[in-house]
């Protein structure tokens, strides 16, 4: 395991090394996505400078109750030797419960331990859901105990409104306690119908944009893609859920812009949708989600091109002109 840097010791912005988009890995060993091809995609990632992994004690579903995806990247890790891969992990969710959080201290500190068991390597501990039934000096407490215990490098937060992470990071300096710096909301092209299905998912909107850049913290947004609304073509197993979340007539207007923008551009809509991710607000590393090697290199290559989304083109897909 490597040790930790002490919680007033900044460290860089996960941005500036993760490459242009973070694999996404719930997928990962489940009959969608065999060990074999995540094998693959793990090293085709690597090749494409991608240097981020996304992941949680609850990725990588299997019919008996287990998960699969941290020992997968662990065997991934160790078997190939790379040593500049960052992984982010999660704690604090059920999936049997997925709309309540679980932050007691002793959650984040068990799954902290055994992610850190898992991987054998320091990760950024995101909290992938917020429990307000406990208070937020002690869960700013628990995570930072998972600092200086060695297990985590980092701390972020998936799904927190924005004042309150903002409230979690000013407790953390008050109390000289490791400040978050990376944050993961629900983002893409496309806002969710309102009301929103799943509405204990938090969308970024723009006072969280403006939060996260005023804090210098890296931003993982996840369903980059809209769960696949915005790829030139989908397989329909999504296809529910884009017609009460994203089939909209805002939703229609920006997916038909972004394919007419990619045409012209000679780029894939998925590309571009993740350009424009990070060519929309600092630190943004999109997390991405591809069965295909097809698929990944085409994203990467897509999110790799943000210099060529300009503020006009941004308007543009907004349908803001």
């Known amino acids: 395991m490597t040790t930790a840097p002490t919680p007033d010791a900044a460290r860089p912005p996960l941005s500036t090394s993760s490459g242009p988009a973070a694999l996404g890995t719930f997928e990962f060993t489940t009959p ?17 400078g991608g240097r981020l992994l996304d992941t949680a004690p609850t990725y990588g579903p299997h019919t008996n109750g287990t998960f699969h995806a941290e020992q997968l990247i662990a065997t991934w890790l160790r078997t190939t030797g790379v040593s500049d891969v960052h992984v982010i992990t999660k704690t604090g969710l059920n999936p049997d419960q997925p709309h309540l959080g679980d932050l007691r201290p002793n959650t984040i ?10 991987l ?11 429990d307000p039934s406990v208070p937020l000096d002690e869960i700013a407490d628990a995570a930072n105990r998972t600092v200086r215990a060695g297990y985590a490098s980092g701390l972020g ?15 953390a300096r008050t109390a000289n306690l490791t400040v978050p710096d990376v944050t993961a909301p629900l983002w893409s092209l496309i806002p969710r119908a309102r009301p929103a299905p799943e509405p204990w998912l938090v969308e970024a ?9 005023e804090q210098g913290m890296t931003m993982t947004p996840y369903r980059t893609l809209a769960a696949g609304y915005l790829s030139a073509h989908h397989s329909g197993r999504h296809a529910q859920h884009h017609a009460t979340t994203y089939d909209t007539p805002t939703g229609r207007a920006r997916r038909a812009r ?15 949708a993740l350009a424009y991710l990070r ?10 989600g591809p069965r295909t090697v097809t698929q990944l ?3 990467m290559a897509g999110a790799a091109a943000a210099a060529r989304v300009t503020p006009d083109l941004i308007a543009y897909l907004e349908a803001r002109r």
């Open 32 to 48: 969608a996505l065999p060990a074999g091809r995540a094998l693959e995609l793990l090293d085709t990632y690597y090749q494409c």
């Open 109 to 118: 500190l068990d799954q902290a331990r055994r992610s850190a068991d898992q």
């Open 120 to 130: 054998g390597t320091g990760f950024t501990l995101v909290l992938h859901r917020d």
């Open 157 to 171: 937060a998936s799904n927190w409104t924005t004042t309150r992470l903002a409230r979690w990071a000013a407790h």
């Open 205 to 213: 909107d723009p006072p969280h944009l403006h939060r996260a850049a």
């Open 258 to 272: 972004l394919h007419e923008a990619a045409a012209l551009l000679r780029m894939t809509p998925h590309g571009l």
């Open 279 to 288: 060519a929309a607000a600092p630190r943004v590393v999109p997390v991405i």
């Open 297 to 299: 290199r085409q994203c």
